[in-house]
């Protein structure tokens, strides 16, 4: 069940259009082609790669998800990639409060490794194939959190842009 959100949640200037043009235009413009490059990449889970240290596919989707949350320019935003020995990295980002006035914290969360190839792919598809056809993406990764960190910090920048203050 989904919990009603307050009459006051979100300021009566927000503007629905402007914001749905951002996010359509950051998607379109920067997510799939981000996307897209993930997709290429077969970063599985250590659980279905013993040597995913040595293979550094899971390093090469933190490294390019990373360098996209930081070329953003965030105000305040820090960012952070969390290495623990025998782990996968961690990105971690805080895009600290813009509203004084409210000590709510908000987590979004996903992750960039992946589950290993399956059979059963129409022709033309593949699980490390990338493949965009009548407005959706194929690809492994893609539909399981791979757009999570784009998606989070895209919203997070559509509020700012138009002067949303954030918990």
């Given at each position: 069940m989904n919990a009603r959100i307050p009459d006051d949640a979100l300021p009566p200037t927000l503007d629905p259009k402007a914001l749905q043009a951002f996010v359509d235009d950051k998607w379109d413009n920067e997510i799939i082609?981000?996307?897209?490059?993930?997709?290429?990449?077969?970063?599985?889970?250590?659980?279905?790669?013993?040597?995913?240290?040595?293979?550094?596919?899971?390093?090469?989707?933190?490294?390019?998800?990373?360098?996209?949350?930081?070329?953003?320019?965030?105000?305040?935003?820090?960012?952070?990639?969390?290495?623990?020995?025998?782990?996968?990295?961690?990105?971690?980002?805080?895009?600290?409060?813009?509203r004084s006035d409210n000590g709510d914290t908000i987590l979004l969360y996903g992750h960039l490794d992946k589950q290993p190839e399956f059979s059963g792919w129409r022709a033309g598809l593949g699980p490390w194939t990338p493949k965009l056809e009548d407005g959706k993406l194929y690809g492994r990764g893609g539909a399981d959190d791979g757009y999570a960190v784009y998606a989070s910090l895209t919203a997070i920048m559509a509020l700012d842009k138009q002067g949303v203050p954030r918990p």
């Open positions: 082609p981000a996307l897209t490059d993930y997709i290429a990449v077969p970063a599985k889970s250590p659980a279905f790669d013993a040597d995913w240290e040595k293979n550094a596919f899971i390093e090469r989707v933190v490294r390019d998800a990373a360098q996209w949350v930081e070329a953003q320019k965030v105000s305040g935003l820090t960012l952070e990639v969390v290495r623990l020995p025998g782990r996968t990295p961690v990105i971690f980002f805080d895009a600290p409060a813009t």
